[in-house]
T-cell receptor, first 111, second 114 residues
């Protein structure tokens, strides 16, 4: 059975500070990994995804995530956060036809 | 493309009434998902379809909930009768079936049952 764990339900961080949002997964089959972001009163939208190849993937707005197979992790990082990064972040593991989402981490950027 | 379209965006109804939520997936997508999001339970998968066929409805809370996908461009989620605990935001998402394809979410329907 698949599962996705996000250990931190809430992460407050000061503006321009670095942040890491943790994600661990378990699966008996091959999965692809995704991070989605949900801004207030909106649906989820894709932030970045790992399919294969380089274990470090980047988004257009400065986030990056590293796939670590031995630790079954896919942590999300940003070296310097902005107020506009305040949102809910969901890690997801995907098989051919099913997606398992983690419980989400609420990132609050403090001015 | 207009993205995933959901209607209505907001629905307020009284306990016991029937509620129907609608979703139009992105053209060309052959997988469709219905989710429910609440503060207490987070994001829950209710049901998903591949090629208009329901594949997994194990997340549907009870018999009061039903979902249909009569064709590739339309799906409904119905609650009959509705209860206050059904109050939540309901999201529809679609994608191309396959490992590498991400989901595209609609804006959601905020349901309030009084």
């Amino acid at each position: 059975a698949q599962s996705v764990t996000q250990l931190d339900s809430q992460v407050p961080v000061f503006e321009e500070a670095p942040v890491e949002l943790r994600c661990n997964y378990s699966s008996s089959v091959s999965v692809y990994l995704f991070w989605y972001v949900q801004y207030p009163n909106q649906g989820l939208q894709l932030l970045l995804k790992y399919l294969s190849g380089s274990t470090l993937v980047e988004s257009i707005n400065g986030f990056e995530a590293e796939f670590n197979k031995s630790q079954t992790s896919f942590h999300l990082r940003k070296p310097s956060v902005h107020i506009s990064d305040t949102a809910e972040y969901f890690c997801a593991a995907q098989t051919y036809d099913k997606v398992i989402f983690g419980p989400g981490t609420s990132l609050s950027v403090i001015p | 493309d207009a993205g995933v379209i959901q209607s209505p965006r907001h629905e307020v109804t009284e306990m016991g009434q029937e509620v129907t939520l609608r979703c139009k997936p992105i053209s060309g997508h052959n997988s469709l998902f219905w989710y429910r999001q609440t503060m207490m339970r987070g994001l829950e998968l209710l049901i998903y379809f591949n090629n208009n066929v329901p594949i997994d409805d194990s997340g549907m809370p009870e018999d009061r909930f039903s979902a249909k996908m009569p064709n590739a461009s339309f799906s409904t989620l119905k609650i009959q009768p509705s209860e206050p605990r059904d109050s939540a935001v309901y999201f529809c998402a679609s994608r191309v079936a396959g490992l590498s394809y991400e989901q595209y979410f609609g804006p959601g329907t905020r349901l309030t049952v009084t």
